[in-house]
């Protein structure tokens, strides 16, 4: 299996001619840098808004930081941390997707001046105290507005995620994740961001779900699994008009979905800076009804639907340049990252066995699926 550490260069293709490649997010468009403009704001209250939590590792860039916990231990690791507390820390995978919900909340701020519901980004992390002023002069020195810090010096984050009425995890620890899922929470892992960093637009966010397993339920896989794929088309024929249950990320786009309505009701449909899409390995003729009418009758939609039947996500992703893609298969969150999206594994369902790290190099973090 090929190792998803690869490291990133964002860029915006908006801005910048396809291949180019930008050195920094210095010098961003101010409407990537809303925080310029909402310093004195306060942050909506938990109840109100879509709270993200994201992981200090996968905001920001800190292999050799976590080389240096590894390796030599914690009192080594916070002895360089405060040693260098005032060199900020690069931008990490989930770093793109930050500065676009701020963009997304500086539309939403113009457009409904004294409303809560935006979104709400918490520093959800295990380090020690002794980090937060590395990780405050970051986010200062890349002008994030992130008011919330939620650092538990090795404690379990799940009650913390549960205070903030978390919406979604993200964290580059594949155990956490699994323990934020299994509370019912929706999370995702990330990884060190591609190579060749796919150039994202800075004025719309856009957000890809795979369906089964993420957005729905493992139901259909298991059918899959225990019968083959025939048996798989005449169970969903048979129940295309019985709705899949949910599965963890459902949420998450019930979220978006809330915030697009906003847009919606002041005329912006067409010009509205979330867009969502359902790329999934179903065929269109013979599984994807039941997965349009499953989103009908949650009162959902997704502004695109793409049915590959079998074939690879990757370069469907390169044309769509979401800013995140959520997968429950390793198969397609590396075949995505080989063509520069930033892809996240949703560790949940059927397809997902605990192996050991030698059964594949240690490259997919503990975790092998199958690559259906």
């Known amino acids: ?36 403009l909402t310093k004195h704001l306060k942050s909506p209250k938990p109840q109100n808004a879509i709270t993200i939590a994201v992981s200090s590792r996968v905001l920001f860039s800190m292999n050799k930081e976590q080389q240096i916990y590894e390796q030599k231990g914690m009192e080594d690791y916070l002895k360089y941390q405060i040693e ?5 820390f690069s931008p990490g995978p989930a770093f793109p997707f930050v500065k676009a919900l701020e963009a997304v909340n500086a539309r ?10 935006l979104f709400d980004v918490v520093l959800m992390t295990n380090n020690h105290a002794h980090v937060g ?31 903030y ?17 299994e509370a019912g929470i929706a999370a995702a892992t990330m990884f060190n961001p591609p190579e060749k960093r796919t150039e994202v637009s800075e004025t719309q966010l856009r957000v890809a779900f795979d369906g089964d397993a993420v957005l729905f339920s493992d139901e259909s896989e298991r059918i899959f699994k225990a019968h083959g794929l025939d048996k798989f088309f005449e ?15 459902k949420g998450f786009l019930e979220s978006l979905g809330k915030l697009q309505k906003k847009f919606y009701a002041k005329g912006q ?33 997704t502004d695109e639907a793409l049915f590959l039947a079998g074939a690879p996500k990757g370069p469907m992703l390169d044309k769509i340049r979401p800013h995140i893609f959520f997968d429950d298969q390793m198969f397609h969150v590396e075949g ?17 066995k605990w192996a050991p790290e030698e059964a594949c190099g240690g490259e997919c973090l503990g975790y092998c699926t199958d690559t259906k």
């Not at 260098?84 to 900020?88: D, M, N, S």
């Not at 939403?108 to 809560?116: A, I, Q, V």
């Not at 169970?235 to 990320?249: T, Y």
């Open 1 to 36: 299996m090929t190792s998803v550490n690869i490291s990133q260069t964002p860029t915006s293709q908006d801005t910048i001619t396809k291949g180019t490649v930008r050195a920094s997010w210095e010098g961003t468009d101010t409407l990537l840098n809303p925080s310029v």
């Open 84 to 88: 260098h507390e005032t060199e900020p």
């Open 108 to 117: 939403l701020r113009e457009l409904y001046p004294e409303s809560e519901e």
């Open 133 to 163: 002023l590395r990780l405050i002069n970051t986010i200062n020195h890349h002008q994030l507005f992130i008011e919330r810090f939620c650092m538990t010096g090795g404690n379990s984050l799940i009650g913390y995620l549960k205070a």
């Open 165 to 181: 009425q978390t919406n979604l995890y993200l964290s580059a620890d594949h155990m956490k994740v699994r323990e934020a899922l």
């Open 235 to 249: 169970h969903e024929k048979a129940h295309e008009d019985m709705p899949l249950d949910h599965g963890p990320l």
């Open 269 to 301: 449909r067409m010009d509205c800076p979330i867009r969502t899409y359902l790329v999934t390995s179903r065929s269109a003729a013979s599984s994807g009804t039941r997965a349009l009418k499953t989103l009908r009758s949650w009162g959902l939609e």
């Open 336 to 352: 995505a990252a080989q063509l520069g999206t930033v892809a996240a594994h949703v560790p949940y369902g059927v397809t997902q």
